[in-house]
């Protein structure tokens, strides 16, 4: 497993596997997330499976893909939701950990400062300034809403 911190809750990674499970849950995580569309995977790690072995290592299990379509606010709410309502660390995987860390910048708009969920990300290994102005769109649609 390649576990990447953006906050002391939330973690992004590559592709995990079902054996990787009861790891994370030694290590204090609670959750995951899933952000990776079925239709990229092979069954076994496709969503119903993985919150089967997700639920009997004694882990939350949210599917919240973005796949081609890309991203929208109720992806953005969804992802936001599960970190919120966790207990604990949260886990947040796709094929690259790309897409988690985007939704995941989202989902702390409004909550940190933009430049801080960029330092964050960045120093998980996603660098993407360009980010910046949709972090502040955000924040500033949650503050409205």
């Known amino acids: 497993m390649e ?3 953006i906050t002391d809750k939330i973690f992004v ?4 596997a079902p054996e990787d499970l009861a790891a994370l849950k030694a290590e204090g995580f609670t959750a995951l997330i899933c952000n990776r569309p079925d239709a990229e995977n ?3 790690l496709q969503a119903a499976a993985f919150e089967t072995a997700a639920e009997a290592a004694g882990l ?3 599917y919240n893909p973005m796949g081609a379509a890309g991203l929208s606010m109720d992806m953005i709410d969804e992802q936001a939701d599960a970190i919120e309502g966790s207990s604990g660390k949260i886990l947040a995987y796709c094929a690259s950990g790309t897409r988690s860390a985007v ?5 702390l708009a409004g909550t940190m400062a933009r ?4 330092d964050a990300i960045a ?11 949709q972090i502040d769109h955000v924040a500033s649609t949650r503050a409205d809403g």
């Open 115 to 118: 430049d801080d969920i960029l």
């Open 42 to 44: 092979p069954e076994a």
């Open 123 to 133: 120093t998980a290994g996603y660098p993407m300034p360009h980010l910046g102005p």
């Open 103 to 107: 939704l995941s910048a989202f989902a």
């Open 13 to 16: 990674s590559p592709q995990v």
């Open 3 to 5: 576990l990447r911190q």
């Open 60 to 62: 939350e299990f949210v």
